[in-house]
């Protein structure tokens, strides 16, 4: 069987945001598959979606992104270099939010 997905975008969000983002493209009809991936600067557990999508329906899906996949500040507990004993300093650092790539799609079947 063949389909007319023309576009794969793949999305890697945080894990948090996993669970909204698969809702929202499910009621927006865009098949959806999810992959557990983990890395970045804090080496958090992410997840990698991977939505085939027809012509045209980019930027809708790009829009659900966005509101469901929010930046947040976290406060990290670092030590102090100059201290001779570790003490907790925390330091704010943005996460979340989702890295997107939208590549074409020249085939696609479902066999």
Not at 25 to 38: D, K
């Amino acid at each position: 069987m063949t389909s007319s997905i023309r576009l794969l975008i793949l999305a890697v969000v945080q894990e948090q945001d996993l669970d909204a983002a698969t809702h929202a493209l499910e009621l927006l009809g865009a098949p959806t598959v999810y992959l557990s991936s983990a890395g970045g600067f804090l080496g958090r557990r992410n997840a990698t979606l991977l939505i085939g999508l027809p012509e045209g329906r980019e930027e809708e899906t790009l829009s659900v992104l966005r509101q469901v996949c929010r930046q947040r500040v976290e406060y990290l507990t670092m030590p102090l270099e100059s201290s001779p004993m570790p003490m907790p300093n925390p330091v704010p650092v943005t996460v979340g939010g989702a890295t997107v790539f939208a590549l074409p799609v020249e085939r696609f079947e479902e066999i």
